[in-house]
């Protein structure tokens, strides 16, 4: 069989402009314009396996232009996954496997969502990274176990967004010269032609970040784009970026180079014309079959995979204990020590009764967790002493010139904690793809505030239901000088309005643990740690199955002395819950009594049967919630009123700020009183 990359190519055209046609939406320029890149990394490169798209070795591809997703889909069709041609006509509607923009999960051979422009890219720098770490760690003289690419398509969208600087920089400075980044130079974008927006030396800036550039070369000439990624695979120390410049919408006479062609159906006229330019005669999707057999990458990706499983059986049997651990962290399986030693921690905690800020308490979760749990890959962005998320074993990670890890001082197990910088959308769009690629589980830590320079990485991170973990501390104006600037008021209640995502803020040192706990054993399903800055007491003794189930009784009157039933519930949060407890007594001096329940995560409590909440939160009882954040979160959990902040906070000590905003047990037992006498 005589290879026509050209023809082979026309296909990927083809499917491209009919799927988005037949929908009657989509993007054909991009797919059309990229056709030949694809066909030279695809079939000159890629080693992937139609038969098996989850083999641990293979190279991780990643549109980060999502838009562009018939190009994915056409190329998962053409190289034989399992994606029917029925899936391709059923473009973008209901429970297809191809979705208007490619989502992990739902088509085999997806390796993450991508649609969010940018974060594509930054996944991918945290899929290069997992690999440079896994081959550090479990390589051996000849077993490379782990030894795989990550490519990844980009547009000027990605490039645009700020988010590609700060993944970018890191990317140069970790050395990941594994990664290579194609770029599709059309210069254009929706608003049309790009110079007036976006005049950035692209090479000069990737140059600066310690990239290899390489082009701008004609991204049209697969045979030109091939010999690029092939000069990209030798770099020792670097990542590349491939600068190919195309015309959108390439093969359509009169769509090509124009906005239009961006993200509009050609229409039937125009696609006539271009199936005319293209010399492609078939019918709508239809692909004549020596072009499938030009496209079939099963017995080739069969054969690299086989390859591989031979090279890890051998080195299963020279180094059993690797091999297995290899095998345990690639399947995200977590070792029973680590819920032992949770186990003894609470325990400790328990009869210790220390009053310790929720931060450090995270911090001594960690120094138990990553010694059974080396897969935990912690971080922060730049506030690693103010987060405390890295654990006394742990091992700042550090590339020597050569772009090598660098291997710490004798260790028995090694868990590293990044420094990732000033980047937390970075550090968050990284970590999903360190997930994504598998054998770690990633956490990194910043201030609750700046959660919204991450969120839409948290967001991404819920909808593809990645175990990430996110330690957000400094969660109040409690934390106090610093003032409104870094005083979260409406993050708690915003994060938890994201779906799948758990928020936890725990009141003491055992609640912070199970927090930890449960964010470990939630394989699919981030978390997010609200965390004080300031030192919280601990509450009284509890069980864990309790506090996992995210809201429980926590003290009933008769933990203050009194006989008689409770007449109101005072619910809270985090560092609310001593406050409450406080105010529980107040109330019990006055014959008041009171139940308090500790609701470290609304998300496992709504979980929770209604019965269980029902106990909880007994419906003929009133309730009062207490958090220093936003009021309106807690209308939900029908209260009668919150002791809550609806401004911004103040610069000032935070023994100052809290009887300012009414976070005294007095102000609240007031609140409780003024409840009852409304309930009559
Ligand atoms: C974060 C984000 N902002 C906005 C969009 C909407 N959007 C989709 S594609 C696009 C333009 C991208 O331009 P380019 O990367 O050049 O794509 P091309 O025109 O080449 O298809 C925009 C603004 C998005 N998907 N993500």
Redesign the pocket.
């Known amino acids: 069989m005589t290879l026509d990359p050209k023809l082979m190519a026309n296909a990927l055209r083809a499917l491209a402009m009919d799927a988005v046609q037949q929908a009657n939406s989509g993007?054909p320029?991009?797919p059309m314009?990229m056709a030949d890149m694809a066909q030279a990394l695809w079939h000159d490169h890629l080693h992937h396996a139609p038969t098996d798209p989850l083999w641990p070795n293979r190279d991780r591809f990643v549109l980060s232009?999502?838009?562009?997703s018939m190009l994915l889909y056409g190329l998962l069709h053409l190289t034989g996954y399992d994606l029917p041609m029925k899936e391709l006509k059923n473009f973008r509607q209901l429970h297809s496997r191809t979705p208007g923009h490619p989502e992990v999960g739902i088509t085999p051979g997806v390796e993450t969502t991508t649609?969010?422009?940018?974060?594509g890219l930054a996944n991918a720098v945290g899929m290069a990274l997992a690999e440079k770490l896994l081959a550090h760690e479990f390589n051996r003289d000849g077993f490379n176990v782990v030894d795989h690419h990550t490519y990844t398509f980009?547009?000027?969208?990605?490039l645009m967004?700020g988010v590609s600087h700060e993944v970018c920089s890191l990317a140069g400075a970790w050395h990941l010269n594994k990664l290579i980044a194609l770029y599709?130079d059309?210069g254009?974008?929706?608003d049309g032609p790009?110079q007036p927006w976006f005049a950035d030396h692209t090479a000069q800036r990737f140059k600066a970040y310690g990239w290899q550039v390489l082009g701008p070369i004609d991204g049209h000439d697969a045979a030109a784009v091939s010999s690029a990624i092939a000069s990209a695979k030798l770099s020792a120390t670097a990542p590349t970026l491939i600068i190919c410049k195309t015309h959108?919408g390439q093969g359509s006479p009169n769509r090509a180079n124009t906005?239009k062609a961006?993200?509009e159906p050609l229409g039937d006229a125009e696609i006539a014309l271009t199936r005319e330019s293209l010399a492609w005669p078939h019918a709508p999707f239809e692909v004549p079959h020596e072009v499938y057999a030009m496209w079939d990458a099963k017995a080739h990706g069969e054969k690299k995979r086989s390859a591989w499983s031979h090279l890890f059986a051998t080195y299963a049997q020279k180094h059993p204990e690797l091999a297995a651990a290899f095998e345990q962290r690639m399947k995200g399986a977590v070792s029973a020590e680590f819920k032992t030693q949770l186990d003894a921690a609470f325990a400790h905690s328990e009869s210790e009764g220390k009053s310790v800020a929720s931060r450090m308490a995270s911090k001594m979760a960690l120094e138990s967790l990553t010694r059974t749990s080396p897969e935990l890959l912690g971080g922060s962005a730049d506030l690693t002493g103010s987060n405390l998320t890295q654990a006394s074993n742990q091992c700042s990670l550090r590339f020597d010139a050569q772009g090598h890890v660098q291997a710490p001082a004798a260790q028995a197990s090694t868990s590293w904690h990044i420094n990732y910088g000033v980047r937390e959308f970075g550090m968050a769009s990284i970590m999903n793809g360190v997930a994504l690629h598998g054998g770690f589980i990633p956490y990194g830590g910043t201030f609750l505030t700046f959660s919204d320079y991450s969120r839409?990485a948290i967001r991404m991170a819920a909808l593809m239901k990645l175990r990430v973990v996110h330690v957000f501390t400094h969660d109040s104006i409690g934390l106090g000088e610093d003032g409104p600037t870094h005083q979260s008021i409406e993050h708690a209640a915003s994060l938890r309005l994201i779906p799948g995502l758990d928020v936890w803020r725990p009141c003491d040192t055992s609640e912070t643990l199970v927090a930890w706990s449960s964010a470990i054993q939630n394989q699919h399903r981030p978390s997010a740690l609200l965390l004080s800055r300031q030192t919280l007491p601990h509450a009284p003794k509890k069980k864990s199955s309790a506090i996992e189930k995210g809201g429980y009784v926590l003290t009933e009157p008769k933990d203050v002395g009194l006989k008689a039933e409770a007449v109101a519930v005072l619910m809270a949060t985090g560092s609310e819950v001593g406050l409450a407890l406080s105010a529980q007594a107040h109330l019990a001096t006055l014959g008041i009594a009171t139940r308090v329940v500790s609701m470290p995560c609304t998300q496992a409590f709504d979980r929770q049967p209604l019965s269980y909440r029902q106990k909880v939160l007994p419906a003929h009882l009133p309730r009062v919630a207490v958090e220093m954040g936003v009021s309106d979160y807690w209308w939900k959990y029908g209260a009668s009123a919150v002791v809550g902040i609806d401004t911004f906070g103040e610069s000032a000590p935070a023994s100052v700020l809290l009887p300012l905003f009414g976070f005294t047990p007095e102000n609240v037992a007031q609140t409780v009183q003024a409840v009852l006498q409304q309930h009559g």
Do not use: K, R
């Not at 649609?115 to 974060?119: A, E, K, T």
């Not at 980009?154 to 990605?158: I, K």
């Open positions: 993007h320029g991009a314009g232009n999502g838009h562009a649609g969010p422009l940018g974060q980009l547009g000027d969208g990605c967004e599709d059309n254009i974008s929706i790009v959108i906005a961006h993200g839409n």
